[in-house]
């Protein structure tokens, strides 16, 4: 199996054909973890070629979730960006080939630019907007952020930055899809649902292959671990 390349991902019955052959020698964690991330990823892709944006981006978020969720064991969870973050250094530490940065910069860059600059998915923006904190310059923050990221595009050693900031809007998209604050295939938003399910079209097949390519190394464990009901 060869992974994902900037002209078409790697699709979900080759990743799950290449989970299947390792399977048997597998963490039981590992393996709930790749099972559960492979099932969504099924679901997403067909929607994604039809055009369904807005259920492409809700399954391949969940895909992309049941990758970086991490259970702590004890005390509390650590926060979604915090566990992202620590994710997309271990993701970036295995992928030799530069197969993200090289997704994120031949693919994707207008689609990045565009993504990064928009205020509707920057929380600062809301923050203000919505009376949550009127101290913050959101507007001073988002250009700051847009010279970051555009500053990662053109260099690969800050491509995990990049990554962040993507994802921070990508998240902000998430909490309006999942939290009801967005009509399904309205008119609003249109664009950066689709290019948001676009970026993870790409990225997320990209996430499996690498982790099925390091099987051994420790991802944590699982969230909600599969249990089996008492007798």
């Known amino acids: ?46 929607l994604h070629e039809s055009n369904d944006f807005d259920g492409a ?4 978020w969940i895909s992309f979730n049941a990758m970086y969720a991490v259970e702590p064991g004890t005390g509390r969870i650590p926060s979604d960006t915090a566990q992202m973050t620590g994710f997309f250094d271990k993701l970036l530490g295995f992928d030799q080939s530069d197969s993200i940065y090289g997704t994120l910069w031949e693919r994707f860059p207008d689609s990045i630019r565009t993504l990064v600059k928009n205020q509707y998915v920057f929380t600062p923006y809301w923050d203000y907007t919505l009376g949550r904190d009127h101290d913050v310059d959101w507007e001073t923050e988002l250009k700051k952020s847009e010279i970051t990221a555009q500053t990662a595009l053109t260099n690969k050693n800050r491509t995990s930055g990049l990554l962040s900031i993507v994802f ?44 099925l390519e390091q099987p051994s190394h420790d991802w944590g464990e699982v969230m909600y671990p599969a249990i089996s009901p008492r007798r």
């Open 1 to 46: 199996m060869t992974i994902a390349s900037h002209d078409s991902p790697t699709s979900a019955t080759q990743l799950e054909g290449a989970y299947e052959k390792i399977r048997g020698d597998l963490s039981d964690s590992f393996s709930i973890r790749m099972r559960r991330a492979i099932s969504w990823l099924t679901k997403a892709q067909p």
């Open 57 to 60: 981006f809700i399954f391949f």
């Open 168 to 211: 921070d809007r990508l998240y902000t998209l998430r909490n309006q899809l999942i939290h009801g604050s967005a009509t399904y295939q309205g008119s609003v938003n249109r664009d950066q649902v689709k290019d948001g399910s676009s970026i993870l079209h790409y990225l997320v097949p990209q996430f499996v292959f690498i982790m």
